[in-house]
């Protein structure tokens, strides 16, 4: 029901745009960039994870498309066991851009990605003494899982080609996700 009710406000969200805004829209591959940063799945502690984006152009003049193809990946160990998670997320993401009267552009959005999970397990042999050891085993899943982002952050211009960002993202799945993340795009075409 949570995740019917935010995929509702997103929709309504990308319809906040006038009618006549939606004729004015610039779609298109124009910049492609690259951001790192912590990712902290289930609030279980921080991990180093990283996105290529890619800018799609506006549907509207404030409303901005966006892609991203992420990964992260998590390990633990105890007792001789070793437990990892990993996902590889493929996305999108509508974006509005607050009115500012500086180069620097706030924003914040929302957006739809898929998931590839995949978590492992696995156990050393244990010896108990006496001549018993239990033997190890490794044991696998993966699965894919719709999630949706919420978040924003900011952009400023380096250079004429070149945007620096900061993005603070929040992603509901099967493994809940928060993201801060700092990257640069580059300009494709004038």
Known sequence: MKKAIIALALFGFCMLAPQSA?????????????????VDPESSGSTIGFDVVADLGTISPRVRLTSQLGYWSKSENAFGTEASIRDIS???????????????QPYLGGGLGLHFFNSEVTMEDMDLGGGLII????????????????????????????????????????VEQLSLKAGLSFQLSR
């Not at 044991?139 to 603070?168: A, C, H, Q, Y």
């Open 22 to 38: 939606w004729s004015k829209s610039n779609i298109g591959f124009t910049r492609l960039g690259a951001d790192l940063g912590m």
């Open 90 to 104: 493929l996305g999108a993401r509508a974006a509005y851009q607050f009115p500012v009267k500086t180069r620097t």
């Open 135 to 174: 033997p190890g085993f490794s044991v696998s899943e993966s699965e894919t899982k719709l999630g949706i982002d919420l978040g924003g952050g900011v952009s400023t211009p380096l250079s004429e080609r070149t945007n620096l960002f900061g993005e603070l993202w929040y992603t509901i799945s099967d």
